[in-house]
Every structure is written in structure tokens, then in C-alpha cells.
């Protein structure tokens, strides 16, 4: 038997990396290059990444059925080369900024100016807009990755290996971040942190040409032979039976509401959001583009079944968390510890963190196929007994403030933050593939794209509240104080007490509405 889909997994484990690169240049950059030179605060930080969070999920609704409609190989191309190009662009907002305010000759010039002044709060929110406007092109490219990626592993995996192909490629994502560290700041050191963004995006372009010459649909790929198209064709023997079972709607008042109304709901909710938490004219832009969604999309019946809203919940609970370690911890090790970023210790602590990521979550998905082959359980019920295995990794996060004060060092955060990512990425790896245990090939590019914008309105609220809250704690110093902690400290272990509980109140709201397997027809 050929082997060939392993060959397009690491194709895709690929990807995933380069993907997360070009989205940690602005974490790694921020504190010591981006946030002086634009006279940046936390909660301008917290702006841009919630706007990017918000962006990404609008986009995913787009980027599922984009790559079901487009195809997976155009589709990806597609997306890759535009957040590609987004990365790059980041480069140029230090000269455009230069470019749209009065008094500043430069570039150069930017951060020499007075802290405060009228031409300092002009500076900060020209390059806002402007980050945003490259985070928004960024996040457009980013929404396809995933889609096309669980589409690649329904096409070329049978059921029970499709965790494990997930959890291979979605290692990318702390392989990613666990280069980052070592390569972002030293370029922004050397080249300045505008080369860091060229560089690290111009990645994309050369995987590119593999993805362009080697993927094709199994059955018409010259690299797979009779057995391997066989292996992953074996879950067509499935009973017709259990292949045609229709879900039940969420609840009978649900089931009467036109499709339409349903997706409005959500929609509205959206907007509703992001009118208190985002700037007017970013609520403008929102306010268009969920227009377009509701009167044109197709795929709002959707909405109506269990499995839809059991994927919706998991990830919107969940992706906010790892985003939020993703963005902010460099600024955490940096600003509790004084370890930054361009700092020996600073790298070493993000590079000890995501290796354990990268370590731990490999064998998560590996774990539902010992249940499946020697256990007897279905794929569904193997995958959730994982699922809840993993949810109690990340109460180690719990930990990671109370130990790193009281012992005086920052391993301790990295080791248990690190314990903490390593459970997303391995629930992630499984909650991915429930899209394939549960839907249609057809549909789950769809459903996957529903999920991630779920997973982004969740990260959307995690980023603004953590940038408002830094801001604000920061300032208010020993007058906020929470469990023992005052000031910014109080801040951060707010935020890793609701990271540590999210994954058990995601799985108990998955397990009350898919309490067992159902595979449906869209």
C-alpha cells in the first residue's frame, strides 16, 4: 500500500506552521519594537487582536463553503497566497503612518516623539487602523487554512486515523509558535521588525508550489495505488442505516423558526458584540460584510442541528484560550518577569512552552484510536472520552501565578502554561474531527468554517477584555486586587483562572447536546 496521504499530512502540518509564524510576528515584536515606536498601550494591543479574532470568524463562515465550493487545491492556493500577502504588508505601516501624520518626517522619527503629545495619540491611531487594515487581509487567508486542512484529512483518512492526521498537522500550530521565538526577534534585532514580517510571510509563496504539484483527490491521484484508495474508502461499508440518520433540531420552537431567522439571531448577537467591544468605524465594516452573510448564505439550515451548535460551543469556548496564551504571552514573561522576548531567557521560556505543547498533544490524537481499536467504542465516543480527559489539562494554568510569584522565577508559568496549550491543542486535534465523524464529506469544509468563526467571537471577547483589563489594572496598581494578587498581576491571573475551567464547560455543554453519535445528511 502507498503512503501517500502521510506525504500530504506533513503538506498540511506545513502549513499550519507557517500559518502561526506570520500570526506571532506581532506578539514577538509588540513590547519591545511596535508598542514604543506607535506609543502603543495594552488595550491598543487588545483592539488589533480582537478585531483580528472577530475578522478570522466572519471569514471562516466564508472560507468553509469558499473551499467546498472552489475545491480544496484552488482553495487553498487561494488562501494561502492572500494571507501571504497580509503578513507582508504589515512591514509598511510604519511608513504609512509616517505618510498620513503631520509633523513626522519618517519612519525613523516615530518613536522619538513625545509620549502624550497631540502628535503621539495621532501616530497611535493611524497605525492602528493601519495594523488593522493588515490583520483584517491577514485573518481573510488564515479562515481558509483549517477548512481546507479537515477537508484534505475527511478526503484522505478513514474515520479512526482522521485525530491522529489532525493532531500531526494541527502540531504545526505550536511548532509554529515554538520556532517563533527563536527566529522573529533575532530578525527584528538584526533587520529591523519590518523584515521579520517579509520574511516570515514570504514563507507561504514557496509552499505554494509543493501544494500546487502534489495534491489531487485520492481517487485521481496518480500517487495512490488500488490499497491505499481502498484503506481510506473502508468507512463506506458503514450501514446505510446509521449513514442516513437524521439529527434531531435543537428543540421543536427551534425547528420552526426559518432558517434564515436562526442565522439572523446569531448574526445580530455578533453585531450586538461587537458594537460595545470594537471602535465605531470597525463596527461600520462589521456591520456590511454580516449583511452580505445573512441575506446571501446558503447553508443557514445548518443551524438547525445539535451536532452544528455542539462543534459552535466547543470551539467558542476553547480557541479564545489558546489565542490568548498565543498573543500574550511573550508580553506576560516580559512584563512580570522581565524576561523579554529579544532576551536569551525570554525565547527560552516561550521555546520550553510550545515544545511541550508539541510533544503532549501529538499522542492526543492518538488516544481515541485505543479506544476505538481496543476498547470497541465508536469514533464519536472514543473521541469525547479523550475529549474529557483533556479538558483537565488546562486547570494547570490555574497555577502558573500563584507559583511563578511565590518561587520568584517564570519556568514555572512556562512549564504549566505549556501543560495547559498541550490539552487545547490535543481537544482541538479531536474536536475538529467530530466534523467528519458526524457530517457528510460535502458539508464538513462548511461546518468546519462555522466552528472557527465560533472559535473567533470567542476569542474576539477573550482579547478586548484582556487588553482592557491589563490597561486598566495597570493603572489602577494596588486599588485591584484579586485572590492575593494586586495590579496587573491580579489581571493576568483573572484570565488564566477562566483558561483553566473553559474546556469542562465547553465538553458538558457538547456532551448535553450530542450525548451520542448521530451521523447526519445536510
Known amino acids: 500500500m502507498s503512503n501517500w496521504r502521510w506525504w500530504l499530512c506533513s503538506l498540511l502540518f506545513v502549513a499550519t506552521t507557517v500559518n502561526y509564524l506570520d500570526r506571532q510576528v506581532l506578539s514577538l515584536t509588540y513590547e519591545e519594537f511596535i508598542k514604543p515606536e506607535f506609543h502603543w498601550t495594552d488595550a491598543n494591543y487588545g483592539i488589533i487582536t480582537s478585531f483580528f479574532s472577530i475578522f478570522y470568524a466572519i471569514c471562516c463562515l466564508f472560507a468553509g463553503k469558499f473551499v467546498d465550493w472552489m475545491g480544496t487545491k484552488r482553495g487553498y492556493l487561494i488562501a ?40 503621539a495619540l495621532a501616530i497611535s491611531t493611524t497605525s492602528v487602523y493601519l495594523f488593522l487594515l493588515c490583520r483584517g487581509i491577514l485573518a481573510l487567508g488564515e479562515a481558509g487554512n483549517f477548512p481546507a486542512a479537515i477537508k484534505v484529512t475527511a478526503e484522505y483518512f478513514p474515520k479512526k486515523d482522521r485525530a491522529f492526521a489532525t493532531s500531526i498537522f494541527n502540531a504545526g500550530a505550536s ?11 533575532p530578525l527584528a534585532v538584526k533587520m529591523g521588525w519590518e523584515w521579520a514580517f517579509i520574511i516570515i510571510g514570504g514563507l507561504g509563496f514557496i509552499w505554494m508550489f509543493f501544494w500546487a504539484f502534489m495534491y489531487d483527490k485520492p481517487e485521481k491521484s496518480k500517487h495512490v495505488n488500488a490499497a491505499e484508495l481502498a484503506y481510506i474508502n473502508q468507512d463506506e461499508a458503514e450501514p446505510k442505516a446509521v449513514e442516513r440518520e437524521t439529527a434531531a433540531p435543537v428543540s421543536k420552537a427551534f425547528a420552526m423558526l426559518p432558517n434564515s431567522w436562526v442565522f439572523i439571531v446569531v448574526g445580530i448577537a455578533v453585531l450586538m458584540a461587537s458594537f460595545f467591544l470594537i471602535k465605531p468605524v470597525v463596527w461600520n465594516v ?34 479564545g484560550v ?19 522576548a529579544t532576551s536569551s531567557l525570554g525565547q527560552a521560556l516561550i521555546f520550553t512552552l510550545y515544545l511541550i505543547v508539541t510533544v503532549v498533544s501529538i499522542g492526543g490524537g492518538y488516544l481515541p484510536r485505543i479506544f476505538v481499536d481496543k476498547k470497541g467504542m465508536n469514533p464519536y465516543a472514543g473521541r469525547m472520552l479523550a475529549m474529557l480527559i483533556f479538558a483537565f489539562f488546562p486547570i494547570a494554568a490555574l497555577f502558573a501565578q500563584p507559583l511563578g510569584v511565590h518561587f520568584n522565577s517564570p519556568w514555572w508559568p512556562a512549564i504549566l ?3 495547559a496549550a498541550a490539552g487545547h491543542q490535543a481537544w482541538s486535534a479531536n474536536l475538529f474531527s467530530t466534523v467528519g465523524d458526524m457530517f457528510p464529506k460535502a458539508a464538513i469544509a462548511t461546518i468546519t468554517g462555522i466552528g472557527a468563526m465560533a472559535g473567533g467571537v470567542g476569542s474576539m471577547f477573550i482579547q478586548r477584555i484582556a487588553g482592557n483589563l491589563f ?28 483558561c483553566g475551567v473553559a474546556y469542562l464547560i465547553a465538553w458538558s455543554i457538547m456532551k448535553t447536546l450530542v450525548p451520542k453519535y448521530k451521523k447526519i445528511e445536510i
Open 80 to 119: 494561502i497566497c492572500v494571507w501571504s500577502v497580509g503578513a507582508c504588508m504589515h512591514a509598511g505601516c510604519g511608513w504609512a503612518t509616517a505618510l498620513f501624520v503631520d509633523g513626522v518626517s519618517n519612519a525613523a522619527a516615530l518613536k522619538a516623539v513625545e509620549a502624550g503629545s497631540k502628535v
Open 175 to 185: 511548532v509554529g509558535a515554538l520556532a517563533a521565538p527563536l527566529c522573529i526577534p
Open 286 to 319: 462589521l456591520s456590511f460584510i454580516l449583511a452580505i452573510i445573512i441575506l446571501n448564505i446558503p447553508f443557514v439550515k445548518c443551524y438547525k442541528y445539535r451536532q452544528t451548535w455542539s462543534f459552535f460551543f466547543g470551539k467558542f469556548f476553547t480557541d
Open 322 to 340: 489558546w489565542w490568548f496564551f498565543l498573543f500574550w504571552a511573550p508580553s506576560y514573561f516580559s512584563n512580570q518577569f522581565k524576561a523579554p
Open 417 to 419: 502554561i505549556g501543560l
Open 471 to 498: 490597561t486598566y489594572a495597570e493603572n489602577a496598581g494596588d486599588a485591584f486586587h484579586f485572590l492575593g494578587f494586586t495590579g496587573k498581576p491580579a489581571g493576568y491571573f483573572i484570565m488564566f483562572c477562566f
